[in-house]
Structure formats: C-alpha cells, structure tokens
C-alpha cells in the first residue's frame, strides 16, 4: 500500500494517523525517560511519548527502562547505596547490579539520570546529572500541564516492564498502575492511555480489569502466524512489532518488500505500532546509511516513509522531528494520479 493523502485525512480518529510516539522521549536529543525528553517530544509536536515502567521496593511506578539502574543512573558512584548491590537473575539472564526493587522511592529519588549510549550520543551527555528519576505520577502531571499548555492532547503508551519477575518480587505492577490512571482520571477508553507489554499474562490481566486499549509487543522470533493473532486479538487491541518483522532485512542489511503483518493484523482489527526507528547509521538498514560512521546520521525520514508505507499506525521512535517530517512530506504530496 503507498500512503496517500486520503488515508491521512480521513483517518477515522481525533488523532492524526499513522501517529509518532516519542520512544522513551525524544531520546536521541536527551538522555532517556528524563522530563527534558518527554516535554522535547511534545515541543516537536509528538502524538504521544512512550515510557517504560517498573517498580521500586515500596511498589511506587517509576519511568526506567532496565530494572538494574547503573546504566542510566549515577547508582554505581554513591557509597551509600553500595550495600544495595546484588546479583538478580530477571527473565533468566543473571545481572549484578542495583535494582529498583531493591531501593525505596526515598532512596531511588536521590539518583541522577545519565545517558545510555554516551559513546553514540555524546551531545546527550551535557544533560547527565540535570535530573533524577520520574514516577509515573510526575510524568502524567507533567503530560496534563503540556497538554494544557499546548491547547491538544498529549497520549502516553505505558509499556510495563518484567512483569512476571515483579509478580514473583510481591510487586505486581498492575495493581499501582490501575490505581495511578484512575487517580489521574485516566482509566477510561478515551483518555489517550494505551498499555503494553511483551509478556501476554499482564496484558490479558489488565483486559479484564481496564477498558484502556492494549498492544502486544513483539520481537523476532515471536509467532505471527494467523492462530497467534488470533489469540492477541482476543484481549490486546493491537500490535508492536521489532522493525524487521514488517521491513525484513536481506542478506546485505538492505530491507526489501515488508511482510504479512500488517496486512495480517489489520484483517483482524489489531493495529500496528512499530519499534524502534532511530537515526543513526548503525540501526539503519544499508541503503540509508549515510557514510561509514556507525554513529553517524543516515535517512531516517525514508526509513520512515517506508514504513508508513507497510501500512503502520505508529511510529515508536528515537529521533521524532524525522518522523514527523515523513508524516508532513507525505501528507503535503501531491495525490497519485
Ligand atoms: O515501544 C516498544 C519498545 O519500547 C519496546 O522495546 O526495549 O525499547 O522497551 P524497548
Ligand atoms: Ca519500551
């Protein structure tokens, strides 16, 4: 399918579709699921921003990507909370570290946020240290004051991270996730909140308990065949599939022609909201790297354009002003024919 004008405009929602998600913020300008990141997104004019979510050992929700905090903190640095190191062994890989879990809301507040891939992003650095750690309250309060402030609405897609292992650590995400959208308002089917996972058990959960929309996340090696979407369809309201499961590579790293996928889900009424896109040449396919400098930038607007001509809903993306320009570029294209 090419995209055209038509299916722009006449996108059967208040939201302009295909819509683009800010993955962790706009976390290719500033170190990831920090405020800055967020409030960068919805400056750029993102449709919504999508933070990870896991739980600290007072069972508060806390914007984090890994349950171990010393890649994206400073936890390592500080005496103090050297005590606190363990070894865990979280969806069978064994890690030694500092883990959410372990630390209080108290203990957990006084970290300060760093950059990730500092090697890839140094800019990003200039940022490190200028926050700490947000809860999932801070963040929604933060969304309903852009929001405001904006004059439009602002979604969050919560992706709730290792649940199996929380359920194991007394800590079931579910039960402080409810409670939070349902404090902020939040937990009815129009309030731009959408909920994901990769683990099917807390998603089939929430679908009993919430009428929010529900995304399966998936991941090479995932089944895709018909009878595994139709058992998604039976309590998520779309799919988030890795970018190689729509533009598979070929041998050279290039993407040729997209798969079955979206087509797939989309005849059962599941959307698509594909992950990651981000800018620089070594998550790029071949042909739209620029140079050999594996982090250098390359064409992510036409990684872009190609996906939203697979036919996606969303665009879950690192480097969202590219993403938006796709959109714009092809929603300003002259219709065919
Ligand atoms: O939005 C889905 C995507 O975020 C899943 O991958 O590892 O970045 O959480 P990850
Ligand atoms: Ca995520």
Known sequence: MTVTRERLQMAPSLVLTPAVVAHRGASGHRPEHTLDAYRTAIRMGVDDIELDLVSTRDGVLVARHDLELSTTTDVASRADLAHLRRTRTVDGVAQRGWFAQDLTLAELKTLATRERMPRTRPANTAYDGAEGVSTLTEVLAMVAAESVRRGRGVGVLLELKHADHHDRAGLPLDEPLLRELARHGLDHPWARVTLMSFEAGILRRLAGRTRLPIIQLL?????????????????????????????????????????????????????????????????????????????????????????????????????PEQALRARREVSQAEPAG
């Open 219 to 319: 991941e090479p090696g995932d089944d895709v065949t018909p009878e595994a979407l139709d058992r998604i369809d039976d309590y998520a309201d779309g799919i988030g599939p890795h970018t190689s499961m729509v533009l598979p590579r070929d041998a050279t790293d290039a993407t040729g022609p997209p798969s079955s996928l979206v087509r797939d889900a989309h005849r059962r009424g599941l959307t698509v909201h594909v992950w990651t896109l981000r800018g620089e040449n070594r998550f790029l396919p071949r042909h739209l790297r620029h140079g050999d400098a594996p982090d250098g930038l390359g064409d992510l607007t036409a990684a872009v354009r190609a996906m939203l001509d697979a036919g996606v809903d969303g665009i879950i993306t690192d480097h």
